[in-house]
């Protein structure tokens, strides 16, 4: 299959042309990867078992992991659930259109090959302005998840989904590099009390004043393990995982610079390819050949941005051994942690403890 990139932003009348192909190839069952606010998404008609299908296939994906729903007009949002909770128009009204998730049940509308078996669908109203034409054009029932081949870091760049899918789909659409970096927020809203399955750019402090209670599932803070379940299926799952051992470490600034500068003069000894993900603050403390400056301490928005890209350069180089600080930051921490933790399989030296 020839995979077409075409790039839809700066011309409108070709990007309308674009807009008005992808959403053929949609109708047609075919599949094209779509910029989102958050990362690029793997596009398939929603309500089309065969196209869930071929999403899974493209994806290497397993098939109990569910795909998020994608509207372009809130009302859609009756057709895919049933009965809708009082909370969920209130996170809408306050977050829709934008990064978030919601977990409801669904209609009979939605088949279950779309949401992994399960008799809950997750939807998302994105605010990105060319997911929204592309949704318009298609139909109006995206099913979309990050459009990375499974178990490799989110794209943000459609170079990343290039690299990933080319040749597996239909179609690119360029939007150029997201606005965010991280995926959605999902709260789940089928328990008495919501709860937060997956951290993003929306904080759990923003889902509580609009909902009063949130509980926050277990494995966000950590990796999941056989004692403890993630309920998103897709979070037991090691991802976002660069091909290097990727080891956390935490700790004071002092102490983490020296455990790191320590363990990398070691490998680089034995000539192994080692790199660093150090905040701004602390890079020039750091002796490693390759030091890669993820952004200050202070812009929390702009290491969530770069941390896929990163992992992903990470691996263009072949590197081997990767040392990253923590980066637990007031707003997005919980949600960087999240990944890099994932992306780490819970390797972290916690130098707080020694
Ligand atoms: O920002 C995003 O959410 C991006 C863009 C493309 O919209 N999409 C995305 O999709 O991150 P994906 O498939 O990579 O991650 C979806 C997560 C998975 O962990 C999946 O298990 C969980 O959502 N999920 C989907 N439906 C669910 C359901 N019914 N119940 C529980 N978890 C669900
Ligand atoms: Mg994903």
Do not use: Q
């Not at 803070?221 to 799952?237: C, E, N, Q, T, V």
């Not at 034995?270 to 952004?295: F, H, L, M, P, Q």
């Not at 990767?322 to 972290?348: Q, V, Y």
């Amino acid at each position: 299959m020839v995979t077409r990139v075409a790039r839809a932003y700066g011309d409108p009348e070709r990007d309308e042309r674009v807009m008005r192909e992808a959403g053929e190839i949609i109708t047609g069952g075919g599949l094209v990867a779509i910029p989102t606010e958050t990362v690029y998404g793997l596009a398939g008609n929603a309500l089309d078992p065969r196209a869930s299908a071929k999403i899974y296939a493209a994806k290497g994906r397993p098939s109990d992991n569910p795909l998020i729903v994608h509207i372009a007009r809130l009302e859609d949002m009756a057709y895919l659930v049933k009965d809708i909770p009082d909370n969920a128009y209130r996170l809408a009204e306050s977050f829709w259109p934008g990064p978030l998730t919601m977990i409801m049940k669904k209609s009979d509308r939605v088949p279950y090959e779309t949401t992994g078996g399960l008799d809950t669908v997750a939807v998302r109203f994105p605010s990105d302005p060319i997911a929204e034409e592309f949704i318009l054009a298609s139909g109006g029932y995206i099913a979309a998840p990050s459009a990375n081949v499974s178990g490799r870091p989110s794209c943000t760049t459609a170079m990343h989904c290039i690299e990933d899918l080319s040749g597996r789909i239909d179609m690119i659409i360029d939007g150029g590099e997201v606005g965010i970096g991280l995926e959605s927020t999902i709260v789940d809203l089928t328990g008495r009390i919501p709860c937060l399955l997956r951290p993003g750019y929306i904080g759990p402090e923003g889902l509580a004043k609009i909902i009063g209670e949130l509980d926050i599932d277990p494995t966000v803070k950590g990796i999941a393990s056989r004692d403890l379940k993630p309920k998103a299926p897709g979070m037991k799952y090691r991802h976002y995982a660069p091909r290097g051992e990727l080891t956390l470490v935490k700790g004071s600034p002092d102490a983490v610079t020296d455990r790191i500068n320590r363990m990398t003069e070691e490998l680089e000894k034995k000539s192994r390819n080692v790199a660093v993900i150090a905040s701004e603050e602390n890079a020039a403390a750091y002796t490693c050949r390759d030091v890669y400056r993820i952004g200050g301490i202070g812009d929390e928005e702009g290491i969530a941005h770069r941390l896929f890209a990163v992992l992903r350069e990470l691996d263009d180089r072949d590197t081997e051994y990767i040392f990253s600080e923590c980066f637990d930051t007031p707003a997005l921490g919980l949600a960087i942690m999240n990944r890099l933790i994932k992306a780490a399989g819970g390797r972290i030296i916690d130098l707080t403890e020694e």
